[in-house]
């Protein structure tokens, strides 16, 4: 198995390259971005399982309990370290 805390910090650094600034200087980015990215496909055999991994550590946050492709392509992923 993969390393969690390294795959988060590579989660971390997919959403700086793909997210945008809010007015508050929080990164965001969508699900469905971040899911239809192909360096992210082939970065994260579990990009889901990895989300809720950093969600549970406070470092990103998101709506709703389990991400779904397509369903929730427009849900906001929020990175809340830097």
Do not use: P
């Not at 470092?59 to 809340?80: A, K, N, R, S």
């Amino acid at each position: 198995t993969m390393n969690v805390e390294h795959e988060i910090s590579l989660l971390v650094e997919e959403i700086r390259r793909l997210g945008t600034k809010n007015a508050d200087g929080q990164v965001s980015v969508k699900f469905g971005v971040l899911f239809a990215d192909e360096k992210c496909a082939n970065l994260f055999e579990a990009l889901v399982g990895t989300l809720k991994a950093a969600k549970r550590r406070k470092i990103v946050t998101y709506q709703g309990e389990l991400l779904l492709q397509g369903v929730h392509d427009d849900v906001d992923i929020m990175l809340l370290q830097d």
